[in-house]
């Protein structure tokens, strides 16, 4: 029986990609980046102006939402997409980020991890079984194998046994989720290359992430202040290890120019909160670079954040009055802003789809870096 979930890759330009994942909640075309609605929520936005931002699918939060509101409650609710009103594909993250960012509210052996909650100090226990059962309940399109997210910097050695920690973890995983009976059957698992910047690392990690043949393939680690120079390393030496009918998914990236070095080097899914986080306070993304709205010279000027933008804000708004409202505190400002900065991402991965299906790729990489050299018009016109 042909299950749901599958990757077929459609062009190639290099080591670019471009390809269609299905899912029982549809098809998304890669590259594909996901906005991130840690809390059922992409902050700042309604499930349907995420959708006219161009997203095909997003990222849930399991360590958030096993605090508030409850993974068993959302269950109750009808799942995640029901709960927020979310039709289209969701992929959750395991908690294992978590893992590294809450390290003074945790305590992690072989069995999982030991939080003390953000919230009111309660105790939680997260374990490889623990997280399957919750993204199950959720109702996950994408569910992500338990792993520790390798801190940076860090010693080899440490980063050693916190790769082999995890490669255990992901082979329970696998052996949780395939216990979960339709939901398995009907949606996918991801491994999670981990091993830091330390190419011999992350090929022993992939070694055995693919031996236990996951659906996809993530890149965990990365873009945790190790620079975008060693980033780049990292992955020319990790996707040619990555089967190539298997989607490739790097994790917590990133800025434009961080995307499309990526995707250059082989990798079909991203997710970040830097455009929503970056909206509410204030940049925008634009195809001349960022700009800061709160910055004097934007109070008198009436163009739009993005002359070639399609989003209600460069449709109606000026930057002025966009200006205004993030002084003055308005909500409106952040959702006009957020909205925004979605609408360039997506943009942004339609025109790489759109260049590596016609062998385009170099051409299209060289404008954009000449038309953020440029950098945005000082001179109102």
């Excluded at 959302?74 to 980020?97: C, K, N, Q, V």
């Excluded at 939080?115 to 994408?142: K, P, V, Y």
């Excluded at 979960?180 to 491994?191: I, K, P």
Aim: some cysteine.
């Amino acid at each position: 029986m042909t299950r749901p979930f599958s990757f077929h890759l459609e062009a190639q330009d290099g080591a670019a990609r471009t390809g269609v994942l299905h899912t029982v909640r549809g098809e998304v075309r890669t590259p594909a980046f996901m906005p991130v609605g840690t809390a059922a929520t992409v902050k700042a936005m309604t499930p349907e102006a995420v959708r006219e931002s161009g997203a095909q699918i997003i990222l849930g939060n399991t360590y958030h939402l096993m605090l508030h509101p409850g993974a068993e409650r959302i269950a109750r609710l009808g799942g995640l997409h029901d709960f927020m009103h979310w039709e289209g594909p969701i992929l959750t993250d395991s908690g294992g980020f978590q893992v590294m960012s809450l390290t003074k509210l945790r305590q992690l052996d072989e069995h999982g991890v030991t939080f003390r909650s953000h919230i009111d100090g309660a105790a939680f226990e997260l374990t490889a079984e623990r997280s399957m059962e919750i993204q199950r309940l959720l109702g996950a399109n994408i569910v992500m194998a338990f792993d520790e997210c390798t801190p940076w910097p860090v010693e080899k050695p440490v980063a050693a046994a916190s790769m082999r920690r995890s490669m255990r973890w992901a082979q329970r995983s696998k052996a949780a989720f395939a216990a979960g009976g339709e939901h398995a059957r009907d949606n996918g698992l991801f491994g999670i290359v981990q091993g830091g910047v330390f190419e011999d690392l992350r090929a022993e990690s992939a070694a055995a992430l693919l031996a236990l043949d996951f659906d996809g393939y993530a890149i965990g680690g990365l873009a945790v202040g190790e620079g975008q120079e060693t980033m780049f390393r990292v992955l020319e030496a990790v996707t040619p290890l990555l089967p190539a009918a298997r989607p490739r998914y790097l994790m917590g990236v990133g800025k434009p120019d961080d995307i499309v070095g990526a995707v250059a080097r082989g990798v079909d899914m991203f997710d970040c909160v830097l455009p929503t986080r970056s909206g509410r306070t204030g940049q925008a993304f634009t195809r001349r670079g960022a700009i800061n709205l709160k910055n004097a010279r934007h109070q008198e000027d009436p163009r739009p954040l993005d002359e070639d933008c399609a989003c209600p804000a460069c449709r109606h708004y000026s930057r002025a009055y966009i200006a205004h409202l993030l002084r003055a505190g308005e909500i409106l400002g952040a959702m006009l802003m957020t909205g925004h900065n979605l609408t360039y991402y997506q943009d942004l991965m339609a025109g790489l789809r759109a260049a590596i299906a016609a062998g385009a790729l170099d051409d299209f990489i060289a404008a954009f870096h000449a038309r953020r050299a440029r950098g945005d018009i000082a001179q109102i016109m």
